[in-house]
């Protein structure tokens, strides 16, 4: 089984979400996304963490979805380990984008400020969109009304849903 070892290791317990948990984290991340938007003219490294939110909460959606959460500490590391274990090496560039975000995001919360650029930010949020709309397409097999297409490759350069 492949979530064995962070079940072991106390990081993931099962869990059986009902459909409306996992719909709301998926809106969470939607708000975040829109939120990030909005944020990015005034403040890259806001914009850039809440479009690290929206990843956090597609990704924890993902995993609901698949029957479990995270417990204990390190929440968001066991977030993305995860998200690498679920959705394979096909995805391994992205799963890495993804913990590359999570640790600048907690340098930003915990230790610095202006550590963001514009164009990082931009990128940041390009990535979170085609990361959330690829996950609730996994997750729900449809997309939100508001969006539409597919990418190949979730990985890219800035992209407006």
């Not at 597609?58 to 968001?76: C, E, I, N, T, V």
Request: zero cysteines; charged letters at 30%.
């Amino acid at each position: 089984m492949k979530y064995q070892e962070l079940e072991r290791s106390g990081r993931l317990k099962s869990y059986e979400a009902r459909p409306r948990e996992i719909e709301r984290l998926l809106q969470v991340a939607q708000r975040d996304l829109l939120a990030a938007d909005r944020n990015l003219a005034e403040d890259e490294d806001w914009s850039y963490s809440m479009a690290y939110n929206a990843l956090l909460q597609a990704a924890r959606a993902l995993m609901f979805s698949r029957g479990y959460r995270p417990r204990g500490k390190d929440q968001h590391r066991t977030v993305v380990r995860f998200t690498k274990l679920t959705l394979g090496h096909e995805y391994r560039k992205e799963v890495a984008l993804f913990d590359q975000m999570r640790r600048k995001r907690n340098r930003l919360i915990y230790e610095s400020v202006g550590l963001v650029s514009q164009q990082e930010a931009e990128q940041a949020l390009a990535f979170a969109r085609k990361f959330v709309k690829k996950t609730r397409l996994l997750i729900t097999g449809q997309l939100p009304l508001e969006l539409s297409g597919q990418e190949n490759s979730l990985v890219g350069g800035p992209e407006r849903a």
